[in-house]
């Protein structure tokens, strides 16, 4: 197989830049993308000692400007897109339903929703042409369960694997498969922020039947793996990974 | 790239369909495969033929999973030919039944029920002693166990079953499950028929009909350390039917 091209949006931190990493390690071509030009910079440089050839792109998946030019921009450097990682998100306002506001919720669901189908339109744009790709949006065990104080970020993460069951349905004649990675709690800076409190992080642990938090290279395996050609019968699936916590 | 490099792995009923796709899967990443077949010896001698012609290593092995002790005698010989370290075991071996409500019988039922869900269950728990440190357990499930399929209904209960289990033994043992839709083995009566077949592409997304392969390939990677924070869930490896 030719060497697959790769993009990652929210590909600086967490989750995002283990992809970027493992993707690198197997000598894709990788495209991180996110909003902090330094930070963008020194990862590509990590990405190219792994021998990869890698870029970095400015882009704020909120903005439907930065996604059309983010997915044209990987396809001029590298002529097609095959794989492409949707993992951009915010936490957002974690706390009670009646401190949500119309701006709480629009800040979440701006970056977590709008961002995953302005990055899927453009990204299918190209893939259509080619006849092939993999889309894999980055859900969370809480696409598929409820927790008390973020109602918001679940919604959201909901929202995230209903658009991917859809949109699986609308492409799978075009040879592009769809599919979400849903974490449980991993260590990540995301993590500490959402939980708040060290006690609070404690408690998400618990959930998890292995009893320890996930690792960004953890989850980004399974990535890889549903992004590959092992994967080409599975589509429309939400693929579990996060110590048990959904079997749970 | 030998994934699966010095692990040993037991796949039952693996000399037909998807149980001898997985276990060519999982030679070609490296492992060593036990090979356990019912009645098909000549088949399951041919898979072994075929890993060793290719430098891998395999032996086979016969137990009647239909009978009350199968398991237990199916895993005392797994353990006399391998010893005290299993690192894989694939839960394949599995019977079908198409066929109304009405004329589902008795023995239908138990026989399903024997060898789709008494068969696993005592073989996992036979198997506990040598299932080392890291082992991985992957069970076949069906997609009749998330949604009606045909007349499937008594098969689909014990795929059901299956589901279940893989949830209750997440945090001790980390077993997953995969759940193939319609597949072109001797099995799926689909895939023999025109209409069978229409049926098929009417709930599949994707528009081919399913082979052994494409689930081979995901078993391979639940058995693997790639795999390793996945637990307790049921991989739909189906061309994404009734979504």
Known sequence: ?248 | MAKLANKTALVTGASRGIGRATALALAAAGARVIIHYGRNADEAKTVVDQIRATGGRADAVAADLAAPDGAHVLAAQVRNLIGNRLDIFVSNAGISKAAPVESITVKDFDDLFAVNVRAPYFLLQQLLPILGEGGSVVFVSSLGARAAVGTLSAYAATKGAIDTLVKYFAAALGPNAVAPGVIDTDMSNFTKTEEGRATVQGMQALKRIGQPGDVASVIAFLASDDARWITGDTIHVDGGSKL
Not at chain 1, 77 to 105: H, K, M, S, Y
Request: hydrophobic residues 45%; without cysteine; glycine residues 12%.
């Open chain 1, 1 to 248: 197989m030719n060497i697959p091209v790769v993009l990652i949006t929210g590909g600086l931190t967490g989750i995002g830049r283990a992809a970027a990493v493992a993707f690198a390690k197997k000598g894709a071509k990788v495209v991180v993308a996110g909003r902090r030009d330094e930070v963008g910079k020194e990862l590509v440089k990590e990405l190219r000692s792994f021998g990869s050839e890698a870029e970095f792109i400015h882009a704020d998946v909120r903005k439907e400007d930065d996604v059309r030019s983010m997915v044209d921009k990987t396809v001029a450097r590298f002529g097609r897109l095959d794989v492409a990682v949707n993992n951009a998100a915010t936490e957002g306002q974690v706390g009670p339903i009646t401190d949500q506001t119309a701006e709480t919720f629009a800040a979440t669901f701006e970056t977590n929703v709008l961002g995953v189908v302005l990055s899927m339109k453009h990204e299918v744009r190209v893939m259509q042409p080619q006849g092939s790709g993999s889309i894999i949006n980055i859900s969370s065990t809480y696409g598929h369960r409820g927790a008390a104080y973020a109602s918001i970020y679940v919604g959201a993460k909901h929202a995230v694997e209903g658009i991917t069951k859809s949109v699986a349905l609308e492409l799978a004649k075009t040879g592009i498969r769809v599919n979400a990675v849903a974490p449980g709690p991993t260590d990540t800076g995301m993590l500490t922020r959402f939980a708040g409190t060290a006690e609070s992080k404690a408690a998400l642990q618990k959930q998890v039947p292995l009893d320890r938090l996930g690792l960004s290279e953890e989850i980004a395996d399974g990535i890889v793996f549903i992004g590959s050609d092992g994967a080409k019968w599975i589509t429309g699936e939400i693929l579990n990974v996060d110590g048990g916590m959904t079997a749970n």
